[in-house]
């Protein structure tokens, strides 16, 4: 059986980008946050109303609040 995954590098998320979403499913396209929601299916939609032709271009990723965390 072929293998069928597909695998996509996922641009660089800010931090004052991470701060601000962190909890939140998020959108991105182009490099750019292009929709944010609480699920992924929310911000899938929220997306596609933007750019409906661009389906397999929209990474989907969880901007996870303790990926982040500084210990001093």
């Known amino acids: 059986m072929e293998d069928q995954r597909i695998f996509i590098d996922i641009p660089h ?4 980008e991470r701060e601000k979403y962190a909890g939140m499913e998020v959108a991105i396209l182009d490099g ?13 939609e ?15 990723r969880y901007i996870n609040p303790e990926e982040d965390l500084l210990i001093l």
């Open 13 to 16: 998320i800010s931090f004052e």
């Open 32 to 44: 750019k946050i292009v929709a944010v929601g609480h699920t992924s299916k929310e911000v899938l």
């Open 46 to 60: 929220k997306a596609l109303e933007q750019f409906p032709d661009r389906r397999e271009e929209i990474a989907i």
